[in-house]
């Protein structure tokens, strides 16, 4: 066994730096680990260190580069005008065709907002900034479809007898309408696809891509199956 100095003697030419290196490993001798009194925690590390960062860039980072988010034009408190009107036809109608008349225009708020009848801020906006100009209100659609979609109400509403919440979730009891969400690259509105990243679906209305309709239809059984039915 050769001592530290006799090391040191030996690879004196070789310059400073690689002596102390080697006296270095001489004296810290490892020493020997108990098996089994912390490895466990190799596995669980290695896991937190991959999953945490993975788990943000794919759950919350991708998601907010992902989708932008705009504001309605002004608020829309359901719950009160269906107080006040007694029901969704008042605004959402069938046409005379059988075409659905899909969001009011201007002309179905001017019944009763021709002049400001309140004090809310929301409702100051509509007549200043769309009664008085005579300016149609541009809504964002949550529901929107791509341009190549056929999609009827008349089908499913009237011939189906479905019930609006269940496509859109229980949007006539609400006070307020939330931010609009829209993919980036796409530009459909998020609710198409629906927010929760990994596709899982708890209500009928979390989503509605072609998938989501397939499967309803599929379901009720006797609708045809073919492209051209929801694409013309
Ligand atoms: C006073 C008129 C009015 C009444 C009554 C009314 N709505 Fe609306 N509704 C609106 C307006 C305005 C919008 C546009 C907001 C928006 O862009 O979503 C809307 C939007 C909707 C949408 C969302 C469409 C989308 O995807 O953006 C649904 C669903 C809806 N209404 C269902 C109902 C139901 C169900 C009722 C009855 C319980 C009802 N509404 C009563 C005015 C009305
Ligand atoms: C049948 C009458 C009636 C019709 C039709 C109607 N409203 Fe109203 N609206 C009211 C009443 C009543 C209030 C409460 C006013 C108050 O006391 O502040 C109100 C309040 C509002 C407010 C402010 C309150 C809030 O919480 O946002 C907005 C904004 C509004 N209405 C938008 C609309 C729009 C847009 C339409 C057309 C799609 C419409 N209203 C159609 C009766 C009506
Ligand atoms: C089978 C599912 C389904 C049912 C039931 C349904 N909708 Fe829709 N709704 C949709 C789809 C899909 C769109 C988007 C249509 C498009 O972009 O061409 C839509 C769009 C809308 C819009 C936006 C304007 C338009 O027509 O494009 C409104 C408002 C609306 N629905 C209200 C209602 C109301 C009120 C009811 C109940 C009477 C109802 N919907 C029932 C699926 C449904
Ligand atoms: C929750 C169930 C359900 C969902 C979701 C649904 N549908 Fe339907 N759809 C029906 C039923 C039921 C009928 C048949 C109505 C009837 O004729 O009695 C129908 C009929 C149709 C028809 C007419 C077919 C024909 O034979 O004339 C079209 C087009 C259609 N659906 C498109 C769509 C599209 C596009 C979507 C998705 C955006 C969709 N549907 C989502 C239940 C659904
Ligand atoms: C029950 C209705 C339905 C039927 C049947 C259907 N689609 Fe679709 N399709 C949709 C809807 C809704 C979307 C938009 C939502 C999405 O991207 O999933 C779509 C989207 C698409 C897109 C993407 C278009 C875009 O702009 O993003 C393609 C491509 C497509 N469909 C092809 C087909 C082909 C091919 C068939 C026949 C094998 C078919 N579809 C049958 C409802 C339908």
């Known amino acids: 066994m050769s001592t530290t100095?006799?090391?040191?003697?030996?690879v004196a030419d070789e310059g400073q730096e690689a002596t102390e290196e080697i006296?270095?490993?001489e004296v810290h001798e490892p020493k020997p680990?108990?098996?089994?009194?912390?490895?466990f925690l190799i596995p669980i590390i290695a896991f937190a260190m991959g999953f945490g960062?993975?788990?943000?860039?794919?759950?919350?980072?991708f998601p907010q580069l992902l989708y932008g988010k705009k504001q309605q034009p002004?608020?829309?408190?359901?719950?009160?005008?269906?107080?006040?009107?007694?029901?969704?036809?008042g605004c959402h109608f069938f046409r005379g065709d059988?075409?659905?008349?899909?969001?009011?225009?201007?002309?179905?708020?001017?019944?009763?907002?021709?002049?400001?009848?309140?004090?809310?801020?929301?409702?100051a906006k509509l007549v200043k900034q769309y009664v008085e100009p005579g300016k149609e209100i541009p809504w964002l659609v949550y529901s929107r479809q791509p341009q190549c979609v056929f999609f009827s109400h008349a089908a499913h509403v009237v011939?189906?007898?479905?019930?609006?919440?269940?496509?859109?979730?229980?949007?006539?009891?609400?006070?307020?309408?939330?931010?609009?969400?829209?993919?980036?690259l796409t530009l459909y509105s998020r609710d198409i696809w629906g927010s929760n990243p990994a596709g899982y679906k708890k209500h009928t209305w979390d989503r509605m891509k072609m998938d989501d309709c397939a499967?309803?239809?599929?379901?009720?059984?006797?609708i045809k199956e073919a492209c051209f039915v929801c694409h013309k």
């Open 5 to 10: 100095e006799e090391k040191e003697q030996a």
């Open 23 to 25: 006296a270095a490993e």
């Open 33 to 39: 680990v108990k098996p089994g009194t912390w490895r």
């Open 53 to 61: 960062p993975h788990f943000l860039l794919g759950w919350v980072i």
């Open 74 to 89: 002004i608020d829309f408190n359901h719950k009160l005008h269906v107080e006040e009107m007694g029901e969704c036809e």
């Open 98 to 123: 059988g075409s659905f008349a899909g969001i009011p225009d201007l002309s179905s708020c001017l019944e009763c907002h021709e002049e400001q009848v309140g004090e809310h801020p929301e409702e």
């Open 159 to 184: 011939k189906g007898e479905m019930e609006c919440v269940t496509c859109h979730g229980p949007v006539g009891e609400s006070e307020h309408l939330k931010p609009y969400y829209y993919n980036r």
């Open 215 to 222: 499967e309803c239809h599929e379901e009720k059984k006797g």
